[in-house]
Structures are given as C-alpha cells and as structure tokens.
C-alpha cells in the first residue's frame, strides 16, 4: 500500500508543474531572473503553458526538443503537423510554437539603426544566413545599398522549390529603382547544403547584371548560402 501511494505521489509531482519550488518554475524565474537564466526547456514551456498525462509542461517540452535532436534550429523548421504527432502537443501548442519562431525570423529581417555599411561577402552572410540557412526551400532575397554601400533595405522576391528558385528581373530592378539604391547584393541558398552555383544560378546572375547595369545600379554581389558554408561570385572574381 505504501508503495502504491509513492508511485500516485511521483505521477502527480511529474504532472503538476506549480509543486515545483518557486524559483524552479519558468514564469517565476523569468521575472526575477531574466529570460537568459532559463533553459531552451524552459523557455518552451512558458509558451506551452501546461503538460499532458504524466508529463508537466518542462518535461513536454523536453520531449520536443528531443524531437528535434535537441536543436532549436531543426525545430525551427518543424510544421505544426510535424508539431502535433508528438503525444501531447495539440493545434494550440503547435502553432505558439511556430508563431514565437516567426517573430525571431521577423526579428532577424529587420534592419537595425544604424544601417550597415557592407564591405564583404562575410558581413552579408552574417545578415542573412540566421533567415534562409535553415530553409527547406530555397529563397531569393535582395539587399539594396545607397552609394556609401549601406544597407537601405532588404526584401524577399521569390520563393521556390527544394532545388530552384526563379526570380523576376523586371521586379528586382523596379525595386531597385524605388529605394534609389545605386548597388544590390543577390542572395538565395541552397538547401542541398553545396553552395556552388549551378548553371542557371550563372545564367540568372548574368542577366540581372546586364539589365541592373541600364540604370546604373551595380550588382555588387550575388552570395549563395549553406547551412554553414556560403559561395560568393566577387570573391571568386565572377
């Protein structure tokens, strides 16, 4: 009989989250300790806010991130069917999951003041490899920079495939014209995890440089990027 009281006791402790002390529940420790103090586990539970059967909200999110091999990066990517076939994460668990990983995209989109000054294919990488690295997809983005090569702003222009993208060089240059960017820097990845250009990524390159070039506005770059690795065409002297 005792033992059928510990086993009811260790169930319930693991269930409910609020018989934690004070200091080791996420939402107290994130106001009085920051949210830098807690954990990836923890940082997810507050967005799940409760557990399911015998597993509290720590523990669900435990599992999630096991899931995911542990990566927030994989996780990142994860849809909210992906999301829902783990026991115990519903629609509504799912999705604040997937809305708090689009506003740290939306996050990274933004330009921060004051605006950069690009000098080098690494600068760019490090803008833009936290937004498309991790694409399953492959994405072209346009960086368009004032003649003291600062960045005045950056935007998606097509969305493509697992292993292509096409983009319109029409639209491109018109953008191009409307912030009054004398320079623009192509960006796209390559979810492959090989960066290297293939021939219709040289065709395209070509051709917007041709057509950029009617208005005076250079094409200063076109970078491709991995997941950790990327392929810029200046610094190969293309």
């Known amino acids: 009989m005792e033992s059928f009281f510990y086993i009811v006791k260790e169930q319930f402790m693991t269930k409910n989250i609020k018989l934690l002390h004070a200091e080791e529940r996420p939402r107290e420790k994130l ?4 949210a830098s103090a807690l954990t990836c586990a923890e940082l997810i539970a507050i967005l799940l806010r409760s557990g399911h059967a015998n597993l509290n909200a720590i523990d669900l999110s435990r599992e999630i991130l096991l899931k995911a091999g542990n990566s927030l990066n994989i996780l990142s990517t994860f849809t909210a069917q992906q999301l829902m076939r783990i026991n115990g994460v519903g629609q509504a668990k799912a999705l604040s999951i997937l809305a708090a990983f689009e506003l740290g995209r939306r996050m990274a989109v933004e330009i921060p003041e004051p605006m950069p000054q690009i000098h080098s294919s690494i600068q760019v990488n490090g803008i833009m490899s936290p937004i498309i690295s991790n694409l399953p997809h492959e994405e072209c983005w346009v960086l368009y920079l004032n003649r003291s ?5 950056k935007e998606r222009v097509s969305q493509g495939g697992i292993s292509s993208t096409i983009f319109d060089i029409r639209i491109i240059v018109k953008k191009a014209v409307e ?60």
């Open 179 to 238: 912030h009054l960017a004398t320079g623009i820097i192509l960006v796209h990845n390559h979810p492959s995890g090989n960066p290297r250009p293939s021939g219709e990524d040289m065709r395209q390159t070509e051709a917007l440089r041709d057509a950029a070039a009617l208005f005076d506005i250079s094409l200063t770059d076109h970078i491709i990027i991995s997941k950790n690795k990327f392929y810029s065409f200046s610094d190969e002297n293309l």
């Open 149 to 153: 090569n600062r960045l005045i702003g």
């Open 31 to 34: 106001m009085s300790k920051g």
